[in-house]
């Protein structure tokens, strides 16, 4: 007993090592020694100190080789092809487009630690506010820790069919814990998210970067979208009602520029519903470095010295975008070419530097972007690259975005309304949600409706934003043939359980297939 006290100690101070966040205007960095652990934890003034972790951990679900590379990396959205001697990494690159992946592969390892700690983190957090008198603050504080816990379940429920599981007074971390299978996870969260929602307070009532009502009815909202790969049950119709609540709030509205969410500084929020902090002016720990790893190593400007020529997208992906409006601004923004010499969206053709010269690799030819990609021996140019977030010249820090990352934004709520909508068919009122994005976005109207123009424009609208193998296995592309990778088995649905967390909890089932 005296070992595992002394273990659960050792966590809770390493855990408020951790950087603070919780405030939207103040970051501070707090270090507590083992002498000050216990006072500490006794404290209710040193509560926002518990909450910070789960939070903190959300900043690694950005990481390209983690969790954003397990939506990202194994669909038509993204792809990181092997440029002669760089991007091989012992093939596991080429591995992920080619669902070729096992239970050793770093991405599938790195996205389960993530989320694994960001429960373990919310958990302990909640089991030492447990501990302090009840009150509004400490109340709230165990609210958003509860919906925070559920937001890491459903996306381990989601990658893996399994989730390990302990609620947060079971501290004999001896004991390896229990195993949700993915249907009961799903119920899990239903009742969950269901319990918490009517005591999430709304945007107005809460600081920048922390969970509202409106996060906790979005996640439910994507539960139950998804609730039929889940489960073999659809609920379209929960779907619309928790996205209607969403909507109906009038706290979130459609952006009528589109890019300005997506500039740096002092983007327009207004769609933001939950929202991932970033901040460059401090070593955070974890992102995504979205301009390093995607534009080629010629492309430097500001304080972006090192960049790394990998990420861009398939020809796949690219194909969906030639019937497009050639006045739909998400395809194109030229906002930021006079400061980084080169624009938002797609970047296609000739690249250029800040000063307009135009750019050549490193060995001469001239520096065109173009959309055939071959995996295994790409050229430096091959590839359409993509810039969602523009990057700050200026920073001292450029592998530490500044960048706030939507993880739920009212957009992507109007287009799984619209989905849920027409799968039940209602097709008159997903088309007007989608036209509604449309409409805002300089694409003309539709007017008339396939699941497929549902499908495309989610991929307009959401592209790099950590969605699409989510949508393609909805909608039936995942294990289609795409930009070099063959058909793939069904199983490939859910990843391999990871080696290193089978030889720790017996409890777990390798995925079949693996």
């Known amino acids: 007993m005296k070992i595992m006290k002394f273990n659960l100690l050792i966590k809770v101070l390493m855990i408020f090592m951790a950087v603070s966040f919780v405030s939207c205007t103040k970051l501070n960095e707090k270090i507590f020694d083992e002498a000050s652990g216990t006072s500490l934890i006794n404290d209710p003034a040193n509560a926002p100190g518990l909450v910070n972790p789960a939070y903190a951990t959300l900043r690694k679900t950005n990481e390209f080789w983690g969790v954003w590379g397990l939506q990202e990396a194994c669909t038509d959205e993204a792809m990181f092809p092997t440029r002669g001697t760089d991007w091989y990494d012992n093939g596991s690159w080429q591995a992920f487009h080619l669902h070729t992946w ?15 700690q960001g429960i373990s983190r919310a958990n302990t957090g909640i089991y030492y506010l447990k501990q302090f008198p009840s009150s509004g603050e400490i109340d709230g504080y165990i609210i958003e820790l509860r919906f925070l816990r559920a937001y890491y379940v459903y996306l381990c429920n989601d990658f893996w069919g399994q ?35 009517p005591l999430m307070k709304t945007k107005s009532e809460m600081p920048k970067g922390r969970v509202t009502k409106a996060a906790g009815q979005t996640l439910l909202a994507k539960i139950y979208l998804n609730q039929k790969i889940y489960t073999g049950t659809a609920a379209w119709n929960d779907v619309i009602t928790q996205s209607t609540n969403v909507i109906g709030s009038g706290d979130y509205t459609i952006a009528s520029d589109y890019w300005a969410q997506f500039q740096y500084g002092n983007p327009d929020e207004s769609e933001a519903i939950f929202t991932i ?16 790893f995607t534009l080629h190593y010629n ?14 997208i398939t020809k796949t992906f690219w194909d969906t975008w030639q019937n497009t409006d050639p006045t739909d601004v998400r395809k194109y923004d030229d906002r930021i070419i006079s400061t980084c010499g080169f624009n938002q969206g797609f970047l296609v053709g000739q690249q250029y530097s800040v000063d307009g010269t135009a750019l ?13 990609v071959n995996l295994t021996n790409a050229s430096e140019a091959q590839g359409i690259r993509v810039i969602k977030f523009a990057p700050n010249p200026e920073t001292t820090r450029q592998f530490n975005e500044g960048n706030d990352f939507y993880a739920f934004r009212i957009s992507d709520v109007y287009l799984m309304r ?12 997903a088309l007007a949600d989608v036209n509604a994005i449309r409409s805002a976005r300089n694409a003309t109207p539709k007017t008339s409706l396939t699941l497929e123009d549902i499908y495309n424009e989610r991929g307009y609208e959401l592209y790099w934003e950590g969605k699409r193998r989510q949508d393609m296995i909805r909608f039936g592309y995942f294990n289609k043939p795409m930009s070099e990778k063959p058909e793939t088995p069904a199983y490939t649905n859910l990843f391999p359980i990871p080696q290193s967390a089978l030889d720790v909890n017996p409890n777990l089932v390798q995925n079949p297939g693996y």
């Open 102 to 116: 096992t239970s050793e592969h770093t991405i599938v390892k790195s996205g389960w630690d993530v989320i694994l």
């Open 418 to 429: 619209a989905e849920a909508e027409f799968r039940n068919g209602n097709v008159g009122s």
């Open 163 to 197: 989730t390990p599981f302990r609620k947060w007074d079971e501290t004999d971390y001896s004991i390896p814990p229990e195993v949700m299978n993915r249907k009961d996870a799903t119920q899990w969260l239903i009742t969950e998210l269901k319990e918490i929602i």
């Open 277 to 292: 902090i970033h901040n460059d002016n401090y070593d955070l720990g974890g992102g995504g470095v979205w301009v390093n």
């Open 360 to 372: 050549e690799t490193r060995d001469g030819k001239p520096l065109i972007f173009v959309e055939d």
């Open 299 to 312: 492309q430097t400007f500001g304080n972006y010295t090192s960049l790394w020529n990998g990420g861009c």
